[in-house]
């Protein structure tokens, strides 16, 4: 039923199924987080080997958060204006009163895609949980590609008021993730989407393969909170992935940390990675660290995505990429009795 209700809002958009082509007045009138889906989605899709797709076996999954945006925002704000049982008018559309879901499905209806199209929020897991939903698709034969990643862009009115009651934002606006100046996160706001395939069917159709997702592990926090992530279930979600993988954590070279500037939520990363590690088997400071919020902020439901961007793009210039407004290490942290250090 959701699916149909879907399909009815956006009868008579236009695409081009060998291409990407908007009707110019409705992308003009559209909130700028479909904007930011579309864009993302472009651009992953324009990347990759597609002619030999069936785009009916093609699927998007992203995490968005569920939250108001600012054009329906604006929308309600001309309802109570006009009555609640009057229709306002001016300036609104029907897709911008459906901000949460309806940006996966845009995309694919713009891409001629018919493999399923469905958002999320799963919070900060958002745009990792996606993709892992998506491999699961490609392992078990219902689609040949998937688009998958997260957008995040609600109105900052919420985001800001949220934040602040939780005594989490920066009063000085600098994110400093594992930083001793760390005092909150920066909500930042973006999409980060990616092409994912089979690598088999990817090497065959010729495709630039950046990177392999080898495994991926979900957990639920249980006693955790918005602020202090409960280190009992990252354990969970990382020795699933490890597992699956096949590989030991003690092997790896960099970590992007969720790590987002607030002292507690660092603390309890950095005490769950000591004990995947244990006790011996390696040298002080052998491993990088680092936190792409230090560069765009916390991303909420796209900030898995814009983690996953950083490690392919590292990998693809064969770089440790150093994290941003980093001086000395936060207090409690005591890397130096430790594995990690911050690059």
Not at 2 to 23: H, M, N, Q, W
Not at 95 to 102: E, H, K, N
Not at 237 to 261: F, I, K, S, V
Not at 276 to 289: Q, V
Request: proline share 5%; hydrophobic share 40%; with cysteine.
């Amino acid at each position: 039923k959701v699916y149909s209700t879907k399909a009815c809002l956006i009868e008579g958009f236009r695409f081009d199924p060998a291409g990407f082509a908007l009707d110019a007045a409705l992308l003009s009138r559209l909130d700028p987080v479909f904007h930011f889906a579309l864009h993302a989605g472009r651009q992953a899709w324009s990347d990759a080997v597609t002619d030999k797709l069936d785009r009916r076996r093609v699927g998007v999954v992203m995490g968005n958060i569920a939250l108001p945006t600012d054009h329906f925002s604006a929308y309600h704000r001309r309802r109570l204006a006009a009555g609640e049982s009057t229709e306002p008018t001016g300036g609104s559309d029907p897709f911008d009163r459906s901000p949460a879901g309806l940006p996966a499905g845009l995309l694919a209806q713009a891409l001629g895609l018919g493999g399923g199209a469905f958002t999320l929020d799963a919070a900060s897991a958002s745009s990792l949980y996606a993709v892992k939903l998506a491999v699961d698709a490609l392992q078990e034969g219902r689609a040949d590609a998937m688009l998958a990643g997260g957008v995040s862009r609600p109105d900052s009115l919420y985001t800001q008021m949220g934040f602040a009651q939780l005594r989490a934002l920066s009063p000085t606006g600098r994110p400093s993730p594992l930083d001793a100046s760390g005092d909150g996160l920066v909500v930042g706001e973006g999409a980060g989407l990616f092409l994912l395939k089979r690598l088999a069917d990817a090497l065959r159709d010729g495709d630039r393969v950046y990177a392999v997702v080898r495994g991926a592990g979900l957990s639920n926090d249980i006693g955790g909170s918005l602020l202090a992530p409960d280190g009992g279930g990252q354990l969970r979600a990382m020795r699933a992935a490890y597992a699956q993988a096949g590989l030991d954590p003690r092997d790896m070279d960099l970590y992007e940390c969720h790590a987002t500037g607030t002292p507690v939520g660092d603390g309890v990363e950095l005490n769950s990675l000591r004990e995947l590690w244990g006790e011996g088997g390696w040298r002080p400071g052998r491993c990088a660290l680092g936190s792409v919020k230090s560069n765009v902020g916390h991303l909420l439901t796209a900030a898995g995505a814009a983690g996953l961007m950083k490690v392919i793009l590292a990998l693809k210039e064969k770089t440790l990429p150093p994290s941003a407004n980093f001086e000395r290490v936060a207090a409690g942290l005591e890397l130096d009795a430790s594995p990690f250090r911050v690059q």
